[in-house]
């Protein structure tokens, strides 16, 4: 499985971002996605999740209200919409997946990254 992640950018604070993940290669429908950041000098941390579903998700707490994470397995892509941007949401984000049913909040979970996207908010 390759993740490919987009939509990063620079913003100003209190705007808006939406982030995809395509995934390609042989994937199926019980994928957990993920969302994770690392900013700079800080390590990498969990954004949000959501289930193979899509039923269920979890967020972090500096992000809940905020963002949101979806999922669409036709088109196998999953977003991360951020809306209320503050200038310590600016990180490179990265997009993740685990076959399984739940969703999953650890690095370690995980087996599948994208390559980051970069998203910059100014105050």
């Known amino acids: 499985v390759q993740l490919q992640a987009s939509g990063g950018g620079l913003v100003q604070a209190g705007g808006s971002l939406r982030l995809s993940c395509a995934a390609s290669?042989?994937?199926?429908?019980?994928?957990?996605m993920g969302w994770f950041r690392q900013a700079p000098g800080k390590e990498r941390e969990f954004v949000a999740a959501?289930?193979?579903?899509?039923?269920?998700?979890s967020y972090a707490d500096s992000v809940k209200g905020r963002f949101t994470i979806s999922r669409d397995d036709a088109k196998k892509t999953a977003w991360l919409q951020m809306n209320s941007l503050k200038p310590e949401d600016t990180a490179v984000y990265y997009c993740?997946?685990?076959?399984?049913?739940?969703?999953?909040?650890?690095?370690?979970?995980?087996?599948?990254w994208g390559q980051g996207t970069l998203v910059t908010v100014s105050s």
């Open positions: 993740a997946a685990v076959s399984g049913r739940w969703y999953y909040i650890k690095q370690s979970d995980y087996n599948y």
């Open positions: 290669g042989p994937t199926s429908s019980t994928y957990a």
């Open positions: 959501i289930s193979w579903s899509g039923a269920t998700t």
